[in-house]
């Protein structure tokens, strides 16, 4: 079993839809949560990161995190076609920044105008 | 967060051959990482280097075939040494610390005929 799942979709939705992307993991070493975006030929890119369960808001984009479920979301908002990329979640143990991140395999996202 | 650039952004090798990939950050950081990301799979972390010592490769991974240099606080370069067309895949490193998480570069994509 992977350390950490998520579904590589595509998934494909149109322009205003609110989207849901999610990752569940199976090490309980796990504290820090990372979403990161990725363009085609381009290297990841932080959108945001959270530690502890509960939600967090940065604009259009919500980050959840159910530790007791050991499962992670991220809503976007009002999409827009240059939301389409591949959204990668990933995971570090206690020892922030200093760590390796574990990473889900990504789901590629199509906004449709 | 820091900028890290990568050379060369790509290349295509020969069977049997080596590459050297460098990655320089606009700041001084403590960790650097190299990751692969092989085509429809997550990043893998390859080897954490620190500065002033030797690097910590990840299992499957072997300094023989990755060696890692880190001469400085703002440089590294990781080699691909004995090229086979299996290692063939996009190489990045990233940079992280204790106040921070990991931010990435924008990847050095390796063909390998």
């Known amino acids: 079993q992977k350390e950490v799942e998520q579904d590589p979709g595509p998934l494909s939705v149109p322009e205003g839809a609110i989207v849901s992307l999610n990752c569940t993991y199976s090490?309980?070493?796990?504290?820090?949560f990372m979403w990161y975006r990725q363009y085609s030929r381009k290297g990841p890119e932080l959108l945001m990161y959270?530690?502890?369960?509960g939600n967090k808001e940065d604009g259009r984009f919500t980050a959840q995190v159910d530790k007791s479920s050991k499962y992670i979301s991220l809503f976007i908002r009002d999409s827009q076609p240059s939301d389409s990329a591949t959204y990668l979640c990933?995971?570090?143990?206690?020892?922030?920044?200093?760590?390796?991140?574990?990473f889900g395999t990504g789901t590629r996202l199509t906004i449709i105008p | 967060s820091a900028v890290i650039s990568q050379k060369p952004s790509r290349d295509i090798c020969q069977r049997g051959t080596s590459l050297t990939i460098q990655c320089q950050v606009d700041?001084?950081?403590?960790?650097m990482f190299w990751y692969r990301q092989q085509p429809g799979q997550s990043l893998t972390l390859i080897a954490t280097?620190?500065?002033?010592?030797?690097?910590?490769?990840e299992s499957g991974f072997v300094i023989d075939k990755f060696p890692i240099s880190r001469p400085n606080l703002t440089f590294s370069t990781l080699t691909v040494s004995n090229m086979s067309p299996e290692d063939s895949s996009i190489y990045l490193c990233?940079?992280?610390?204790?106040?921070?998480?990991?931010?990435f570069g924008p990847g050095t994509r390796l063909t390998v005929l």
């Open positions: 990233s940079v992280g610390g204790r106040t921070d998480t990991q931010y």
């Open positions: 090490n309980s070493a796990f504290q820090y």
């Open positions: 959270t530690y502890s369960s």
């Open positions: 990933a995971m570090m143990g206690s020892n922030f920044g200093n760590e390796k991140l574990t």
């Open positions: 700041s001084q950081v403590t960790m």
């Open positions: 280097a620190n500065q002033g010592s030797e690097a910590t490769y």
